[in-house]
Every structure is written in C-alpha cells, then in structure tokens.
Nanobody
C-alpha cells in the first residue's frame, strides 16, 4: 500500500507561481514512476508531468513552464508551476505506480484568477 498526500495548491494571479508537493508513505521503496494529472471542471483528467528514474516528461501545454522533480530522501515529488494561466485552473492529482498498481492522492485545487 502507498499513501500520497498533496499540498501547495491555492489561488494565484495569472503569471504567478505555485509549488505542489506530494509526500509518499507506505511501501515506497520500489516506486519508480510518479507524476501529476489534473482535471478542470467539465474536462477529462489529463497527464501533466511524470518522472521515471531521472527522466521527465511534460504535456505540451505546460512544457517550459512546469518542472517536476523528486526528492528521494523525503519521498516527495514536486511540481513547480511558473507563468500560470487561467487554463491551468484544475484539481491536481499526484500518482505513483507501485508493483503495477496506480495510487492517487486526494487532489489539491489550483485556481488561477485575477
């Protein structure tokens, strides 16, 4: 079992920044794949970014603005979001893949508004 707890969401103005955190606990010793999805109102959940080993990948809509990173000592994955836009408004969900099972966090709301 893996538990994921997200934090760092909130309200930010367009052009601003936020950093999301996702702390993992439980059977985490062999988690290699972690990342973030988001879901905006009335839209499907979409992949934002993921990190596998030392390799990262991003959705085209966030490339160059978002950075995913992982601190193995803290069992935490981060999503640094810069130059935020209205269309980044969504609930952001952290995920981790462990022994073929995908675990999800509870989600954290990000609202970009002036």
């Amino acid at each position: 079992q893996v538990q994921l707890v997200e934090s760092g969401g909130g309200l930010v103005q367009p052009g601003g920044s936020l950093r999301l955190s996702c702390a993992a606990s439980g059977s985490i010793f062999d988690i290699n794949d972690m990342g973030w999805h988001r879901q905006a109102p009335e839209k499907k959940r979409e992949l934002v970014a993921f990190i596998i080993g030392g390799n990262t990948n991003y959705a085209g809509s966030v490339k160059g603005r978002f950075t995913i990173s992982r601190d193995n000592a803290k069992n935490t994955v981060y999503l640094q979001m810069n130059s935020l836009k209205h269309e980044d408004t969504a609930v952001y969900y952290c995920y981790a893949v462990h022994q073929g099972t995908v675990y999800w966090g509870q989600g954290t709301q990000v609202t970009v508004s002036s």
